[in-house]
């Protein structure tokens, strides 16, 4: 790494785009075609039905991340792309978690979703479902301490981000 370089770090990119069909797969082309790869992307209809937001990190220095926004504003039907800092927004993930349970560990599993004020979703004799919101950082230490109960099935969302 030269002096002037900046490490590699994740970016958030919240992008405020026309609801039009196909508008994702032009932004998804975007990154392909530049090699760009996204680590993850929320995409929801806003408040406004005419409009979409989506929430896309990317992983690179400064350098990546301002061609990725130049490349995102060149989009007919991008109205805005912001890149957001932690200072300046709430970034949260979402987790369902399935995880393997006995009379034997019941008591426990429940004790871990306490601690993280997870809700749980359903328990059957063979397992029990899990819900969190939090940082990734949150999620995955959730994740870590139900790895020695046998993990059966896990869903994560990529990050949701506002502007504060």
């Known amino acids: 790494m030269s002096y002037h370089e900046s490490p590699e770090r994740d970016y958030v990119l919240s992008v405020l785009a026309q609801n039009n069909a196909g508008v994702l797969l032009r932004i998804a082309g975007l990154f392909s075609r530049r090699c760009y790869n996204i680590k993850s992307i929320v995409a929801a209809q806003t408040e406004d039905a005419a409009y979409s937001q989506m929430i896309i990190v990317v992983q690179g220095d400064d350098r990546i991340v301002r061609q990725v926004d130049k490349q995102l504003s060149k989009l007919a039907e991008i ?16 987790l369902l978690l399935k995880v393997k349970r006995t009379d034997k560990t019941s008591d426990q599993l429940m004790a871990i979703a306490n601690v993280f004020h997870a809700s749980i979703l359903n328990v059957t004799p063979e397992n029990l479902m899990v819900e969190l919101t939090g940082s990734a950082q949150t999620l995955n230490s959730f994740i870590e301490c139900y790895k020695p109960y046998t993990i059966e099935k896990i869903l994560r969302t990529g990050a949701m981000a506002m502007e504060k």
């Open 79 to 94: 109205e805005q792309v912001t890149v957001l800092s932690d200072q300046d927004a709430v970034v949260r993930e979402h």
